[in-house]
T-cell receptor
Framework: GENVEQHPSTLSVQEGDSAVIKCTYSDSASNYFPWYKQELGKGPQLIID?????GEKKDQRIAVTLNKTAKHFSLHITETQPEDSAVYFC???????????FGRGTSLIVHP | NAGVTQTPKFRVLKTGQSMTLLCAQDMNHEYMYWYRQDPGMGLRLIHYSVGEGTTAKGEVPDGYNVSRLKKQNFLLGLESAAPSQTSVYFC????????????FGPGTRLLVL
C-alpha cells in the first residue's frame, strides 16, 4: 500500500519567514495530493491540493510543488503569520482508491 | 449548512463500558470516514463507508464497529472500551472517494480510564 513520509515533525519560524514542509510517497500511481491545516481543537481543513498533471499551484501565500519523478511534494508558506501556527498534514491518493494516505503531520509554530 | 457535526464533544468512559459516537453531514456526501488521532501518529483510518448501508475496515478497525443506516449519519461504536482507545476521533465526509476533498468534523475527545 501507499506510504507517506512527512518532514519535519516540528517547524519553528519567526513571523515573516518562509516555511517549507516536505512529503514523499511510495506509490507511483498516486495522483492527488491535498494539504490540510488543523488548528488547535478543530478538525483538519483543506488548504490547497495538487494533481499529478500539474507541477506547481499557488494560492496567495501558500504554494505546493510536485516532483513526480522523485515522488515528493512540498508545501511552501511565505510571509508567515502567527495565525499560520497549526498542524499541517499532507496526503496522497490515486484514482479508484477511496482512502487517502496521510502523513504524520507537521506542527508549525510562528513566533511573533 | 452545518457541514460535519459530531456528538459528543468529550466523553469519559470506564474500561469495559460501551458508547456510540455520532457523525452527521448535511452535504449529501456519499463517502464517510472515521479516523483516530494520537500524538505523533497522524490520522489513522478506523472504518469507512462508500454509501448508505455499506461499511468497510480501515487501518485500525479492531475494537470498533460502525453503521451507516442513513446516508447523512455514520455511527462509531465501542463495545467494550479499553484505555488504548483513549484518543481524539474525527469523522469526515467527501462527495466521492476518489480525489475529493474530505470535510472533517470538530472531533470527539474520548478518555477511557
Amino acid at each position: 500500500g501507499e506510504n507517506v513520509e512527512q518532514h519535519p515533525s516540528t517547524l519553528s519560524v519567526q513571523e515573516g519567514d518562509s516555511a517549507v514542509i516536505k512529503c514523499t510517497y511510495s506509490d507511483s500511481a498516486s495522483n492527488y495530493f491535498p494539504w490540510y491545516k488543523q488548528e488547535l481543537g478543530k478538525g483538519p481543513q483543506l488548504i490547497i491540493d495538487i494533481r499529478s498533471n500539474v507541477g506547481e499551484k499557488k494560492d496567495q501565500r501558500i504554494a505546493v510543488t510536485l516532483n513526480k519523478t522523485a515522488k515528493h511534494f512540498s508545501l511552501h508558506i511565505t510571509e508567515t503569520q502567527p495565525e499560520d501556527s497549526a498542524v499541517y498534514f499532507c496526503a496522497a491518493s490515486k484514482g479508484g482508491s477511496y482512502i487517502p494516505t496521510f502523513g504524520r503531520g507537521t506542527s508549525l509554530i510562528v513566533h511573533p | 449548512n452545518a457541514g460535519v457535526t459530531q456528538t459528543p464533544k468529550f466523553r469519559v468512559l470506564k474500561t469495559g463500558q460501551s458508547m456510540t459516537l455520532l457523525c452527521a453531514q448535511d452535504m449529501n456526501h456519499e463517502y464517510m470516514y472515521w479516523y483516530r488521532q494520537d500524538p505523533g501518529m497522524g490520522l489513522r483510518l478506523i472504518h469507512y463507508s462508500v454509501g448508505e448501508g455499506t461499511t468497510a475496515k480501515g487501518e485500525v478497525p479492531d475494537g470498533y464497529n460502525v453503521s451507516r443506516l442513513k446516508k447523512q449519519n455514520f455511527l462509531l461504536g465501542l463495545e467494550s472500551a479499553a484505555p488504548s482507545q483513549t484518543s481524539v476521533y474525527f469523522c469526515a465526509s467527501s462527495r466521492s472517494g476518489t480525489q475529493e476533498t474530505q470535510y472533517f468534523g470538530p472531533g470527539t475527545r474520548l478518555l477511557v480510564l
